[in-house]
């Protein structure tokens, strides 16, 4: 009798851990498959040990972190390359104060994200993409060419703030 219950408690646990894994990848594949870039988003998601039992609210914190990390790659990319434009500064100081306008956005998210305020944080992440978005076009803007190493780092930047705005339309309103 003592085992048959020892069996069916150990059957009862390994049924819960399975349905809170399940629920978890369900979450991360729910966001994940509505992103512009999915396996990016899937992999930005996992890598990190924080996604484990997270809610949207935590995923988002998540993404808004790596969103801010990638703008700062971004940044630091721009910087790497010469000078572009004629006026002073050009397009290169350009794109980093608008990275730099991305980056209090995400910051802003994060407080959205605490108060569940979706409206607030579709609005920022909103910001800090067309912040990024802005930078690409000052570069083809007239003809131009953006470095083929600056459009990398702007698109994953985009891609990666682009999962707040799944998050958002995902959020249960306000």
């Not at 498959?33 to 890598?47: E, G, I, Y």
């Amino acid at each position: 009798m003592a085992v048959s219950v020892i069996l069916l408690v150990t059957v009862k646990i390994a049924f819960f851990m399975m349905i809170c894994k399940s629920s978890e990848a369900d979450l991360i594949s729910k966001v994940c498959s509505s992103a512009r870039n999915p396996s990016l988003c899937d992999q930005v998601l996992r890598s990190d040990p924080r996604s484990k039992g997270s809610d949207l609210a935590g995923l988002g914190e998540i993404v808004v972190e790596k969103g801010q990390d990638a703008v700062k790659a971004a940044v630091n990319v721009i910087k790497s390359i010469p000078p572009i434009g004629s006026a002073k500064g050009g397009v290169t100081d350009t794109c980093i104060e608008l990275f730099t306008d991305a980056i209090d956005y995400l910051n802003d998210c994060k407080q959205n994200l605490r108060s569940r305020d979706r409206d607030a944080l579709r609005r920022n992440a909103s910001g800090a993409m067309v912040g990024v978005e802005t930078c690409d076009d000052g570069f083809t803007e007239d003809g131009g060419v953006e470095p083929p190493e600056v459009a990398r780092a702007d698109r994953r930047a985009e891609d990666i703030i682009q999962v707040l705005l799944v998050i958002a339309s995902l959020s249960p309103p306000n």
